[in-house]
């Protein structure tokens, strides 16, 4: 992966796995971010960035020529750091990918709202405030909403970016919890500065320094037992 002549990522080969949480960490810079906007073609997004390589979900080849990138978003989302919920009420964020995507009976969209806010945690606290303002709510509550908004188009996979790293501490827990309720249906990419918190929910880590994977093991074994000295350095915080 490229941003003009600049390489961020390289010989990268990792296999995640369906209906696990895959934490990514490393130090800042190192291309986390650039490795989980890799996932959904998000990168196209920047200009002059370039892909080498081949991205494999359930077998398709997701950089192919045929692949339709609006639809490969609907299965691949992404919740970013900071909850950006739209200018808009709490039902119409969630109802809004639906709509676009072409969902019209009330009643079907009423159902998707609820059941996808139940998932998100976040329905109980919300349920007799549907028309109000999103923006209204709690910076934790934006975040579950954020990640409501996506459960409502049907993903398969969710690329989470530091999702809690704007968030208190209680917030942060509530996300965790469902972080780790979501991956009975979802399989999950968090990247996350904190390493506790990747020690805490997931069942894999890829370890990253300058644009590789020095390890990627089993979540436990990598904070119990490293192979690489590099990784140990890391996780005892002697740099980064
Ligand atoms: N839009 C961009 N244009 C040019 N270079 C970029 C861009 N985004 C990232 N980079 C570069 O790519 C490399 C990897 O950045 P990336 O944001 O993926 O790292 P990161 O590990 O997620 O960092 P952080 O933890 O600070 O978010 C860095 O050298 C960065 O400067």
Redesign the pocket.
Known sequence: MY??D?Q??QDINLSIKEKEITALI????????????VLNRMNEL?IN?RVEGTVYIDGDDIYSAKVDVVNLRKRVGMVFQKPNPFPKSIYDNVAYGPRIHGMRDRKKIDQLVEKSLRQAALWEEVKDRLQRAALGLSGGQQQRLSIARLLAVGPEVLLM??PTSALDPVSTMKIEELVQDLKERYTIVI?T?NMQQAARISDKTAF?LN?EVIEFNNTDTMFTNPTDQRTEDYITGRFG
Do not use: M, N, Q, W
């Open positions: 941003y003009g600049i961020a990522l490393g130090p800042s810079g190192c291309g986390k971010s650039t490795f989980l906007r920047i960035t970016d530091e990247v500065h990253f644009g």
